[in-house]
């Protein structure tokens, strides 16, 4: 597939020796277990293609905790999920504090348990040197305009730290899919309109809410992270951003480790060839290279 006139095949560092080199950010990549040598070692070879990678912490139980006491099984959840949340916060900070010319950490938060005010908040990020946030409303359980999530807003938009909504894609049975709607976050978008906000890989199943949103708010942005086999699906989710005229409201994302950066940007490179024998609408390639170039860290706030 057409790759375009930078080889998507050559490093970050061979692009930058390129007069005019564009940055080009991956701002959707997970590890689970950073201080594990080989997954790290994984991760960054994925990343070679890219400039830069934002890592998304994320919680380590994937089904909700059980109570060893029967007594209080809250109390204990509640305390378990804390533990759980700073565990994942510190291993990714180490990680990020490794590579520090290529990453960028994301912390991950659970607002209706942790600490919301701006003392809290800005010890979670600055001592751990996080850049932003990143929210699970629908696994975790909470809508995202909650209370405490107001409070938590707040602080991040006094500091400056962008948030990540994790609500879209592969979700778990357990999750609350009434709260990975993307229109809950109009209240936040605008009681706080400063605060950059990103919906993860579009919103999906929700993708029209989630350019509706786009259009509307300054400061939303959304991820787009694809999977490349999908055809129709990534189709109608480049058409229907170039018919809402958000296209630049737009950041690229491979979804690492279940998605590929290589294969993500051969695949929106070529878009138009991927119905090349139909008379279905094409969408301007600039446009789409515009997306992968686009320096997201610079329209997030965050500095590197």
Not at 92 to 102: D, I, N, P, T
Request: proline share 5%; net charge negative.
């Amino acid at each position: 597939m057409d790759s375009g006139p930078t080889s998507l095949r050559q490093s970050a560092s061979q692009r930058r020796a390129i007069k005019g080199w564009s940055m080009i950010v991956d701002c959707h990549t997970h590890i689970s277990a950073a201080d594990s040598g080989l997954e790290a070692s994984e991760h960054l070879t994925a990343a070679e293609k890219v400039d830069v990678c934002i890592v998304l912490a994320e919680p380590e139980d994937s089904g909700r905790p059980r109570s060893a006491d029967p007594a209080s099984p809250e109390r204990f959840a509640e305390a378990r999920a804390l533990r759980n949340g700073e565990d994942v916060n510190n291993r990714l900070s180490e990680y990020v504090a490794r590579h520090q010319e290529k990453l960028v950490g994301f912390a991950f938060v659970d607002p209706t348990k942790d600490a919301v005010g701006v003392k809290n908040v800005t010890s979670l990020t600055k001592k751990l040197d996080l850049k932003g946030v990143v929210l699970y409303c629908s696994t975790c359980g909470f809508h995202p305009a909650h209370s405490r999530a107001m409070q938590f807003y707040e602080s991040a938009c006094e500091l400056g730290l962008p948030v990540f909504f994790h609500n879209g894609g592969a979700i778990r049975p357990d999750a609350v899919l009434d709260y990975a709607q993307p229109y809950l976050l109009d209240e936040i978008a605008r009681t706080f309109p400063a605060l950059r906000i990103v919906v993860g890989t579009m919103g999906i199943p929700f993708v029209e809410q989630t350019l509706c949103l786009a259009a509307k708010h300054e400061n939303v942005y959304a991820d787009l992270t694809i999977e490349p086999d999908n055809v129709w699906q990534v189709y109608n989710m480049v058409v229907a951003a170039h018919e809402h005229g958000v296209m630049d409201k737009l950041l690229f994302g491979s979804g690492y480790p279940t998605g590929n950066v290589q294969r993500c940007m051969e695949t929106l490179l070529g878009f138009n060839k991927l119905l090349a024998d139909t008379n279905l609408p094409t969408v301007p390639r600039g446009t789409i290279q515009n997306i992968i170039e686009r320096d997201a860290l610079k329209l997030l706030g965050i500095e590197k």
